[in-house]
């Protein structure tokens, strides 16, 4: 991919086709570590304001977004040169939450969100998705796990969101089944800025240790909210909880992971059959 001059975020009065209305964009520089970027649109969560690139050496980009509606801000982060990385921080009354995904990463896990099973489970989507996972939250688990949970989701949504930036090259979508002894999962999804969650698992028991079943269908649906993802996930078989979920997580990674890589044959273009891909 060729490399453009070093450019700069400029504000564009186009009325944007994504998800979430009433999102600020902040102009604090943001000093980068390599002296070109590729020639790319960018899309942000804003209502009426597209971010594009305009060529100027002489100013840096800045990646400081703040989502006013879900509570998540994205943070300054460093870009290089082909790097997919999102960072949000999402505080409410109920949680304090801190996210780092890096897209192209090497598996890494690194959860602490006061709920050992979600823990696990976010090791499952960094371990077989090959995302590098970094996840840290505080909240009112004293009284249930229902914020924190469902906190956690939202600012892994936005983070992929801000990671994968405009999706130029990128597969799209992804399927995969995953087994895990009796239990049989099947997601397939679509990175294409429409969030929908079809979910449909029979999972037995209320409870995983002190984990509420019921928050595996909400955490999906929070992170299909922010992400702009189509995500269906449908249970083949099983009959113990512990493994229908994490069946289900092993195959959300493995299909997201497919739908993040790059597919060479498209050489930088957006997949699509219609003029705009978030449509």
């Not at 594009?52 to 879900?70: F, H, K, T």
């Not at 090791?123 to 009284?143: C, E, P």
């Not at 909210?225 to 289900?248: C, D, F, P, V, Y």
């Amino acid at each position: 991919m060729e490399l453009a001059a070093l450019p700069r975020l400029t504000y564009s009065p186009i009325q944007s086709p994504l998800l979430k209305p009433g999102v600020g964009v902040s102009q604090r520089p943001l000093v980068p570590s390599l002296s070109s970027f590729p020639k790319r649109s960018i899309f942000s969560l804003n209502r009426g304001q597209l971010l594009r690139m305009s060529q100027d050496p002489q100013r840096p980009i800045s990646c400081a977004v703040s989502v006013e509606e879900n509570g998540s801000t994205i943070t300054d982060t460093p870009i290089t040169a082909g790097a997919r990385f999102g960072e949000v921080k999402r505080v409410t009354k109920e949680t304090n939450v801190s996210v780092k995904i890096n897209v192209d990463g090497t598996g890494v896990a690194e959860n602490s969100t006061g709920i050992p099973f979600l823990d696990h489970m976010l090791d499952q989507l960094a371990s077989h998705g090959l995302f590098d996972v970094h996840v840290k939250a505080t909240g009112d688990i004293h009284i249930d796990d229902h914020h924190t949970n469902e906190d956690v989701a939202l600012a892994i949504g936005t983070a992929f969101l801000q990671a994968l930036g405009d999706r130029k090259g990128i597969n799209r979508f992804g399927d995969f089944s995953a087994p895990l002894d009796e239990a049989l999962v099947h997601v397939s999804l679509d990175l294409s800025g429409r969030p929908h969650l079809s979910f449909d698992l029979q999972i037995p028991t209320q409870r995983v240790g002190t984990y509420d079943t019921q928050l595996v269908e909400h955490f999906f649906q929070s992170l299909v909210n922010t992400s702009g993802m189509t995500l269906h996930i449908r249970q083949l078989a099983g009959k113990n909880s512990h493994h229908i979920i994490e069946a289900t997580f092993k195959a959300f990674a493995r299909a997201l992971r497919q739908a993040t890589e790059y597919d060479p044959r498209r050489q930088g273009t957006v997949p699509r059959s219609v003029a705009i891909l978030f449509n």
